[in-house]
Each structure stands twice: as C-alpha cells, then as structure tokens.
C-alpha cells in the first residue's frame, strides 16, 4: 500500500526544475545597531558591548562585505559631557551579529550613541544606519555612594510593607537625572507622587547570594525645580518570603532593604547625588501582608496623603537603619524587566453555586484581577484565584498551600482601582466578592511577565493545531517571569532546570531569549556546586544539595548550546565552557565501571503515562538509560563548544568521552539486534535521537521498533518529560515521518491535542491534569500551566513548516517541509540576520512553497522526496511542483498489517466495520490495535480472517463481506 502521506517519488520533479520568483533589486539599509541582548541599552552593565545589526534590501544573494562603525559621545548621562565623534574606518568581515566592540572600553554612566554602515560586494557603501544610543550604569562597586537601608528588625519576617522617603532641592539648570535602584525583596519607588519606570516585582528574581541585580531609570522629567521627594514601598518577593514546595520562607533574610542612588547633572557640569543612607525615613504602608503565593491584603486607609511628595508632615515617620550588605554582588539586567503586558477583558461574569460573583477571563494567564470598586470606607473586596473550576466553584486543591488571594480595604466612598504591587498569580478565574455593584466592565486581567520581544510564528490548517501552539506561547509568556520556572500558580513556582533543558530551542524560536537565558546561566554557574553538580532548579533553594540529576542538570551543557545554535553567542559560550566541562565532569564521575550511569535518585522520563501517580519516575524507560544517553549528550555538546573555541584539546578529551560512553550504553542496553532496555518509545527516541546505535542494523532495528510501539499504542502520547519532545524527530529521523504526524494529529488521551479539545489555553503539566470525566487529576502535583510537552513547537517550527537553523544563528537556512496531513503550514521567525519565513500550501495537485531567506544567508531547500537539496542565497523565491493529494493505493488484501494500520483513512474504515458486527464493541481503537500488534507483518486478509473468527466464532459472519467492503471503500475519496 502507498502511504498517502508521501507521495510516488515519481510524484516530485527534481529540484533543477525549481520556479524562482523575480524580486527586483532594493536599495541596503541597515537597522540601528543593538546592543548585546538588551532591547532597551540603558543602564548597561558592559563597557565593551557587542553589537549587531540587521541588514534590508531587495537585492538576492546580497552579503555584507565590510562595514564601519561610528560612535558619538552625547551629554546627559555622562560625566565627561559631549565628545567628538569617531569612526572604526572600514573592517573587512561579514559578521554582523555580536561583533566585538572595537572602540575603547566605557566608563560608569557613560553615554554614547551608535551607527553603522556596510557594502556589499559591489562595494556600495549603505547609508549611516539610524542611531542607538546606549548607557552605561554603574560598573564597579566603587561607582556606589548609596547603603542599603531597612525598616525590619533581624529576625522579623513579618510586618506591613514599609515607606520610605527622602526630600531633597533641585536646582533650575538640571540636564539630567538618573536613578540607580535595587533591593532586598521587591521595590516600587515614586517621585513626587510619580511612579518611576513601568516595571513590575523589580528587582526580579536572581540567585540573591551570588547576584542582585538593579535597575536604571532616566527621571529627568520627574523632577522639578525647588523641593523634591523620593519614596519607595518594599515587598516581601522571592527574597523574603514563602518559597519553593516545603513551606520555607525568607530564605535569603529576613530584612527587606532599599538601595538607591540618584544621581543629577546640571548644565554647568556640576553633579548632586542622593543617596540611601541613615538620613532617611520610614513609615509602615498600607500593603499589611504580601508574598507571591498567598497573596497580598491592603488597607487603603492607611496609606499616608502625600507621603511621596516633598512638604509631607514627616512627624511620625522613624529614622532607617542601614546595613552592611556587599556591594559586589550588584550587577545590571543581562535582559528585559518584568512587566504589564496586555490586559484581557472579562468574558463573562456569573454566579457561583455558592451564590459568589465568578468571572471568566478566558484565557489562563499570569497576573493579577484589576478592578474599578465602588463602596464607602471599610468595604472589604476580595479576590481569590483559580486557574479551572470544579463544580460550578475554584478548583483551588492544585494551589495546595497557595492561596492566592488580594483583599483589599476601602479608603474612600466613589470609584477605586485596585491591583495588587507585590503579588502574582497563575489563573483563568476569579471570585470577587465584596463591592456592589459589580459590571463585567468593572473587570480585567493584567497580564504580566519578561517583557521577551517576540521573533516566532507558526499558522497551519489545523485549528486545533494552532490553539497548540498558541497554547504554547501563552504558556511560555506565564513562566518566563524573571526565570524559566515550572508552572506560575502553586506553592513552587521554580527554575527547573529539567524543563527549560526541553524547551529552550520552542523558546528561542518564540522570542528573544538571548539575555533572559543567559542572566539564567549566569545563576546556573553560581549556584553549581564545587563539583560541578547542578541543581535541581536555579535559584537554588534546597536546604540541601540536590544529588546529579540526568536531563535536569543537563540544562548546564544544553541551555548554552542553544543559545549559540539560535543566537552566535560565542561570547555566552567561552564564558559557560567551565560550567559546561564541570558538569560533564561531575556526571562521568557518576558512572560505574561499565561506564554507564546506573547509580542514584533520577528523575527517568518524568510523567510517563504508564507511570504510577505516586511514582512520577518510574515510567517505561529505565532511569539508568536516560542517565548514560544524556551522559553522551552531555559529553558531545561539551566537545562541540570547546571546538568552536578553538580549544581542541578540550573537545578531544569530550569526544572521547562521548564515545567511551556510547560503547557502553551500547553493551549494557542494546542487544545485538537492536532491542533496548526497557522496551519503552523513550528508550529508542533517545538512542535514535542521540546517535546511540553503533552499527546500521541496530538502527535500524530501534527505528522499526519504535515506529511499532508508535503503531500498538495507537499513536497516543507513551512517553515523559524527556522523550516527548524527542519522539517525532526520532521518528521522522527514522523516516516514519507520517506517524509522526499521527501522533501529532491524535486527538484521544493522551494527546497534545486531547486537553486542546477539552478548551485548554495552556499546556498542562500531566496529559491527564484533567480526568475523562471533567475532575481535576487528585495527585498533589497537577498543573495546567507547564510549558515542558509544548517542547512539540519546536518540531512543529522545524518539520511541519520547514524553517530549521542549519547554521548557528540562521546564517544558513534548512528548508525541509512535512507536509503530512495538512494542506497548508508556515512559520516566521526574525533571525539575528532578518526575518526568515517559509510558507506551504497543498493547492490543485501541487505543492506551493515560498521562502525568504534574510540578507548575508543562505538555505538549503528540500522539496517533498528530494535526495538532495537546492542551495540558494538570500532573497524571495517560490516553487511549485506536481503533488497529488489523497495518493492512497486502493486497498490490497496482501497488504500487511503495519501499513494498514499506517493508512489512518483505511484503518478507521476497518475499525467502523468491525464495530458494525452485531456483538462487537471496542471502546476505542486501541482494542483492536492490541490484537493487531502481534500480526503486523500478515497480511490483511489473514489478520480479517483471524480476527473475525476470534470476534464471533460459531456466528457465521463472513470474514470475506469484510474485506470486500473494506476494498471497495475509498476512504482516501
């Protein structure tokens, strides 16, 4: 039988007869250059920054030649006041993404603006690019004047939210200002009855211990001729209070502090700093309680009028005392802020059976409830929070010890806005009861999280295949605040290190991660033990050290690799090798003297279906097998980066590791024809995936297995946290594409598209965190936001649309579509070098492909059943070759059972009729794949005889009828 997924090769011309589109020639321009990863450089803490630009022109197969940069020292932010510009004079290179700095090194707070201009090969010189203007921030502890200031006693982890304050006299000739801020817990700093900047819980998240980062605000325009007032709230956060899934609280300390440092320019030279020192003040808020989990209660009423305004009555207000805290654990952001992101409109407001106002934002999301409440002084407004519902009410038991609830007390009769400063939530729903009143318009969503640009997109004919995916980037949006944690709603809330390990490709596809992910590793690195062991989630917050975790610390050797893959980080690279090499290290000390990993807690393949609920580990892949085989990842990636270093004595040591270790897990694991341990689709996704297999007949072998396990699972979901986001590579590797398509397209449970169809907006962390019957999943450990199985956007970007990296940083495109079951895919994604997009349609017997492939790239196009693949530079093209659409061989009774089983239309045509026999009932398919697996290389004749035989034996039902019918259907019609 002919699967009707890929079409007779005699189907495909070759690629010579590719159309190309005519593009006529454009005039280059540049972009203005970034700076590093940061989109908004202010307050850098680099004083050699990389640069990068992006280049536009209509002109095909354009690359750069050589290019210039010009740098322009700017008053207002620098202590050395305007400069002459200069140039670099021409450099002859192609690179434009992340380029050393070639001027010299910056000073603290100096300010510049930068341009750029290239050629190409016909030598003409592009115009001056737009300027960037950069800042630097304080570099050194030196550059610091300020002392952190608190209001808490040691020893105290409880207590209002404090204010503080300091006045101060701004002269008439002012030019510039700047704020330098941090803190021990959260900030939200004011002047003159202002708030400073848009960002939210800042400083964020960070390994306290080791780095802290803060923050630069211009607040020029703030600031007024005459007195002045400068305040801030502090807030528990992750620095104080409940954190992690044991209960602990303050684990950094207990004393909230503020540091900040305000420095002003005037226009005869002359600077003024005010600092946090003993001079200033301090009065409990009206914030009485807040931490991230529980929640945050306000009495409005007890917020002082004007207290961050100068002229306020300070009277009562009690002097700060100052700590001795060491200033070089202060650094500036290596990417975005948190912020408010969107807001989202309620799209229904009910009653709960409880008689409770309900409200349905639609969509689960990462934020708060802000509300317009009416009501006189003393009303109290609560709002509790839920991310499903369970009988008509919040399903709050997967919060466990979270409470997630903001109240709020009522200063004042008329309308009030309310929202909460120190708090966050993961939910969909809310319950609000107290004020009166209440309209569907009073009511909205805050959403908020790293304030990541994003650079991906992906549309196909599938809708529920495109809910997937946005799926995905809204659970991604959720769990990238601050660190990449696990899920944004319980009592947890942390930076596994398992989860961002599987998803940081889908993540680097949908956004730019560059500096996110690599401030991350920067706490990776600090918090790795002087073994190289990794923990378990970064920040690390064990009270003891986690033991080497395959695929979980893993993260150290993969998260980098990615980032270089996706973004030419060689920078990010040299500075993580020795994370990389430790963990290496600490791994290969693990093995026994098979060389092979056998010994220790493991995580395995993490929520494998077949899994016990109590034992989320121990799925159908031995943990011992997923230990050597990310051993030998481990191993690989480690050689790969120390060769792109250039340092080639390292890579050769790994390489021999890698391959010590291959042989091993090859002796141990493999039987001579290709069986793996353990039997599951795991074990062979990982031994295809990650070249396991030493010789050709195992490979094969393993490819022939797993597609078969694939088969008698009847394509529902058979793997965990670390084989899913392998599984349809490997197959599609083993040229099973088609099932992996299926598996894609599965609806059943489990299924990535199964919680899509029960109206999921995110991804859940178990296949099952809601039952068959609509009940949340009873274990303790179930989330409905994870974004670890929406690894699957990755493959979906790659394969199903085509739009792969066959260089690091998309310097050469791989152009590869799957069409599989669709009739139409595509995927978009801005590049270090320019947008990139691949499109496909299935139109009239043939298949349609349209590529753009950004300046100074290239790409190797591979049309459906191509042996190889077209190389072109960059420019728009488009081809169209003969494909025709539902090729399936009609029905041939020697056809065996495997392909059958592989034509979906023919299987279900069988499954219908056999369900027809009066007395025959299957639940689902998987009945009849479980009598199929045995007999997959019969014949269909055989198997329908047999099979009918079995089912109504003595009945006379004639096995023929069947097969008759079965091959004069066309289910492919």
Not at 232 to 237: D, E, P, S, T
Not at 867 to 873: D, S
Request: hydrophobic share 40%; proline share 7%; glycine share 8%.
């Amino acid at each position: 039988m002919t699967n009707p997924i890929t079409p007779p090769a005699s189907a495909t011309p070759r690629a010579s007869q590719t159309q190309l589109a005519d593009v006529s020639l454009g005039a280059v321009r540049t972009t203005a250059p970034t700076v590093e990863h940061h989109d908004e450089p202010l307050g850098i803490g680099e004083e050699r920054p990389r640069l990068s630009w992006r280049v536009t022109t209509g002109a095909r197969n354009w690359v750069q030649e050589r290019y210039q940069l010009a740098i322009r020292r700017v008053g207002g932010g620098t202590a050395r006041g305007a400069e002459h510009g200069d140039t670099t004079g021409w450099i002859d290179s192609a690179e434009q993404v992340l380029v050393d700095w070639p001027f010299a090194p910056l000073a603290a707070r100096e300010r510049v603006e930068i341009r750029v201009r290239v050629t190409g090969e016909d030598g003409v010189e592009s115009p001056w690019s737009p300027a960037t203007t950069l800042e630097t921030g304080l570099l050194a502890p030196r550059d610091w004047d300020a002392r952190f200031i608190t209001a808490d006693g040691p020893g105290e982890p409880d207590g209002p939210a404090p204010l503080f304050r300091r006045e101060f006299t701004v002269r008439k000739d002012l030019l510039s200002a700047r704020l330098y801020i941090t803190a021990q817990g959260l900030y939200e700093a004011r002047i003159n009855g202002r708030r400073v900047g848009d960002h939210v819980l800042a400083p964020g998240w960070t390994s306290y211990r080791h780095r802290l980062h803060y923050q630069t605000y211009d607040v020029t325009e703030l600031l007024l001729p005459g007195a002045n007032a400068l305040g801030a709230m502090l807030g528990n956060g992750w620095y104080r209070g409940y954190l992690g899934y044991w209960g602990a609280r303050a684990l950094y300390g207990d004393q909230r502090a503020l540091l900040a440092q305000l420095e002003l320019r005037y226009a005869d030279g002359t600077e003024q700093r005010v600092v946090t020192d003993a001079d200033w003040s301090w009065l409990p808020g009206p914030v009485l309680t807040d931490d991230l989990y529980r929640g945050e209660h306000a009495d409005l009423r007890k917020e002082p009028a004007g207290w961050d305004r100068a002229g306020h009555d300070a009277a009562r207000w009690q002097a700060a005392d100052v700590l001795d805290t060491d200033p070089r654990i202060l650094t500036a952001p290596d990417g975005p802020p948190i912020r408010r992101t969107e807001t989202l409109p309620a799209v229904s407001l009910s009653e709960s059976s409880s008689g409770t106002t309900l409200v349905d934002f639609g969509q689960n999301l990462v934020g708060w409830v802000r509300i317009t409440a009416s009501g006189g002084p003393g009303t109290e407004v609560t709002v509790r929070h839920a991310e499903v519902l369970q009988n008509g009410e919040l399903a709050t038991r997967p919060l466990r010890t979270a409470t997630s609830t903001d109240t709020y007390t009522l200063a004042e009769t008329g309308e009030t806005v309310l929202e909460p400063r120190f708090t966050f939530h993961g939910f969909r729903y809310a319950e609000i009861s107290g004020p009166p009143g209440l309209a569907i318009h009073d009511v909205e969503a805050v959403v908020i999280g790293s304030d990541l640009r994003r650079t991906g997109w992906f549309s196909c004919s599938d809708p529920l295949l495109e809910r997937l995916h946005e799926n995905v980037v809204w659970s991604m949006r959720g769990n990238f605040l601050a660190v990449p944690t696990d899920c944004p709603q319980r009592d947890e809330r942390l930076g596994w290190t398992g989860d961002i390990q599987v998803f940081a490709p889908t993540a680097a596809f949908l956004y730019d991660v560059g500096g996110f992910l690599a401030s991350w590793l920067r706490d990776l690195s600090a918090d790795q033990g002087k073994d190289g062991n990794v923990p378990w989630f970064v920040p690390d917050l064990m009270p003891t050290p986690s033991p080497p975790t395959a695929a979980w610390s893993d993260a150290a050797t993969v998260v980098p690799w990615v980032l270089h893959e996706r973004y030419v980080d060689r920078g990010l690279l040299a500075r993580q090798l020795p994370s990389m090499v430790a963990w290496t290290d600490c791994a290969a000390r693990e093995t026994d003297e098979t060389g092979c990993w056998r010994a220790g807690f493991q995580f395995g393949d993490w929520l494998d279906p077949a899994a016990p609920a109590d034992a989320p580990s121990a799925g159908r892949t031995p943990p011992e097998v997923v230990a050597t085989a990310y051993l030998v990842r481990s191993a690989e990636l480690t050689s790969l980066a120390a060769e792109t270093l250039g340092e080639l004595e390292t890579a050769r040591r790994y390489t021999e590791l890698a391959e010590r270790t291959r042989a091993a897990f090859a002796r141990e694991y493999v039987t001579a024809s290709g069986r793996i341990l353990g039997d599951g689709q795991t074990a062979y996704a990982l031994a295809l995936h990650f070249d396991l297999l030493p010789t050709p007949e195992q490979r094969r072998h393993a490819a022939r297995r797993l597609a078969d396990l694939v088969r008698s699972g009847g394509f529902r979901i058979a793997t965990g946290f670390v084989g899913t986001p392998l599984i349809l590579d490997a197959l599609t590797e083993a040229g099973e594409a088609h099932l992996a398509h299926r598996l894609l397209a599965q609806r059943q449970a489990p299924s990535w598209l199964d919680p899509v169809t029960r109206g999921a907006t995110t991804i859940w962390e178990r296949w099952d965190s809601l039952l068959p019957d609509g009940s949340v999943n009873p274990d303790g450990m179930t989330s409905f936001n994870h974004y670890a199985l929406g690894a699957v956007a990755d493959w979906m970007h790659r394969s199903l649309a085509g739009l792969a990296p066959a260089a690091p940083g998309y310097r050469s495109l791989r152009v590869r579509p799957l069409p599989g079951y669709l009739t139409r895919a595509s995927a978009r994604h801005l590049t270090p070098y320019g947008e990139a997009e691949v499109a496909w349609r299935l139109d009239d017997g043939a298949f349609h492909l349209s590529v753009v492939v950004p300046p100074g790239c290239t790409a190797e196009i591979w049309l459906p059943d191509d042996r190889v693949p077209e190389h072109v530079g960059s420019g728009r093209y488009s081809w169209s070759v003969p494909y025709p659409v539902g090729a399936g061989a009609q029905l041939q009774r020697t056809t065996s059972v495997r392909s059958l089983i592989d034509d979906e239309p023919s299987w279900t045509r069988l499954v219908k009729l056999l369900q027809s026999i009066e007395g025959v009932t299957f639940a689902d398919d998987r009945a009849l794949v479980k009598l199929a697996v045995p007999n997959l290389d019969r014949s269909v004749a055989d198997f329908v005889s047999r099979l009918v035989a079995d089912l109504r034996p003595g009945r006379g039902v004639d096995a023929a009828e069947i097969l008759a019918e079965l091959e004069e259907a066309d289910p492919h019609a």
